[in-house]
């Protein structure tokens, strides 16, 4: 399924003209879920359905430091790398900045009279934070979102049996975290990860039993019907963005930098306390 990108076909087409003229601004639509559930594939043939601009959270985050000891103590390229093997608080703190740093780029594509669709957002950050023998999200309750954080439209849940999720990471070849070989082996806490993905505002669809196309078709008929029906999960209201604090790109790459050099020099402080 990582592989696949899905073409829109005609119906697709048709499917996505009738959701065009059913909101009167652009959304924000995330898609989410554990590894291997169909999120790139679905994010990709939903933003090409849509014509919207597909982002990705987090976003490439890389350190340029004029001073020489930081470039030491972190790695050059994605810091993505560096703090998903950090303490659970410093990566937490690093999720949570680079969270913003997705929230400003979907703002401001929002903006410009375009829908988004988004890989992955603040609902993987708490969720996986669930897995943590302590509380790393921030103080930030499981169904809310921060205050200077864009909260989407709609957030797409994606599952899928754990047989089939399994057979396709061995097909994708990849190497795996430690979190998601925790998840593979772990029942208990892979069910404690999807109870808090549950306890947001969601459109849960299993595809265990659908191909891309059928995920794609599910999605799009959902968001034409506008959640019709009284079930709270499959809403989409359409309202104007909650008030949130104006935060520039260059301000938020500015503070997601200052958020995780102030986690990482905590840490070495610590370790040589």
């Keep these: ?32 879920g554990l590894d291997a559930v169909g999120k790139t594939t679905l994010s990709r043939s939903l933003a090409t359905a849509l014509s919207a601009t597909q982002l990705k959270c987090p976003p490439r985050l890389e350190l340029h430091c004029p001073v020489a000891e930081m470039e030491q103590l972190l790695p050059k390229g994605d810091l993505r790398q560096h703090f998903d093997t950090a303490h659970a608080v410093v990566r937490r703190a690093y999720y949570r900045a680079a969270n913003l740093v997705a929230s400003e780029q979907a703002g401001a ?29 921030g103080g930030v309750e499981a169904g809310t ?52 993905y549950r306890k947001f505002e969601i459109v ?33 209201r359409s309202r104007s963005f909650p008030p949130h604090p104006t935060v520039s790109s260059f301000e938020a790459i500015a503070l997601a930098a200052g958020v995780v050099a102030v986690t990482f020099a905590l840490t070495r402080v610590r370790g040589r306390s």
């Excluded at 076909?9 to 003229?21: I, P, Q, V, Y």
């Excluded at 929002?110 to 509380?135: C, I, K, N, P, Q």
Aim: aromatic fraction near 6%; proline fraction near 4%; charged fraction near 30%.
């Design 145 to 196: 979102y921060p205050p200077e954080l864009r909260i989407p439209d709609v957030v797409i849940l994606l599952t899928v049996d754990e047989s089939t999720r399994a057979e396709r990471m061995r097909g994708r070849g990849e190497t795996t975290t430690n979190e998601e070989r925790k998840l593979a082996h772990d029942t208990e806490r892979r069910g404690r990860v999807l109870e808090v």
């Design 109 to 137: 594509c929002l903006e410009s009279g375009r829908h988004v669709v988004m890989d992955r957002y603040w609902t993987s950050t708490v969720a996986f934070a669930a897995m943590d023998e302590e509380e790393a999200s």
């Design 1 to 32: 399924w990582g592989s696949l990108v899905q073409v829109p076909t005609k119906h697709h087409r048709n499917l996505s003209m009738e959701f065009a003229g059913a909101f009167d601004r652009p959304l924000f639509i995330v898609v989410d």
């Design 204 to 236: 849960e669809i299993d595809t265990s039993n659908l191909d891309p196309a059928g995920v794609l078709e599910e999605v799009l008929y959902v968001l034409k019907e506008q959640g019709g029906g009284s079930d709270r999960r499959r809403r989409i």
